[in-house]
């Protein structure tokens, strides 16, 4: 029989390989050596597309328009992927992108009514008009909660990677 302890540690494993996943991931941030506005700019895109609910295609689009703006593709790419990180919050993310869509694309302004899947069926949750009752909103909403974010992001990778910019290479004992 498993003690506490071994309980502990076969859960504490996934947990310590994903931390040091996503450290190794900060520290190639940091290490890349381009100017601090392309790197800035390729964790903006990809923070912007990280809150983005286009499943399965949000890499590609990063690292394409991390490439049209002439930024670092290599940033985009690390910074989509840290938002992984946010994957537990995933579902009260897109609600509340959701919510914040709807009240936006309504008129008079209102929330979206309370949401009841008991009876509803597979079926009905798979047509176009369903999707564009949803879709629309979800992806109005993020984009509303993604530009501020990739904003920050910018201001905060940019003051980041400029220190370590203007940082000598080998500092004088």
Known sequence: MLENRDVRCLVA???????????????RLLELRDTPHAIAGGVAIGVFYGFMPLFGVKTLLS???????????????I??????????????MLRIQYDIGFWLLSNPHHLPPKVVLHHTKLAEM????????????????????ALPAAVVAYM?????????HLRPLHPSS
Not at 126 to 145: A, D, H, I, R, Y
């Open 126 to 145: 798979l047509q176009w008009t369903t999707f564009l009752k949803v879709g629309f909103p979800l992806l109005v909403g993020s984009f509303v909660v």
């Open 63 to 77: 690292l394409v328009t991390a490439w049209l703006a002439r930024c670092s593709k290599i940033a985009a790419v």
């Open 79 to 92: 910074a989509v992927s840290l938002h992984d990180v946010a994957l537990p919050f995933v579902p009260f």
């Open 156 to 164: 905060m990778a940019y003051s980041i990677m400029r220190r370590r």
């Open 13 to 27: 494993s996934p947990v310590k390989r994903l931390l040091a996943y996503f450290a190794s991931l900060w520290r």
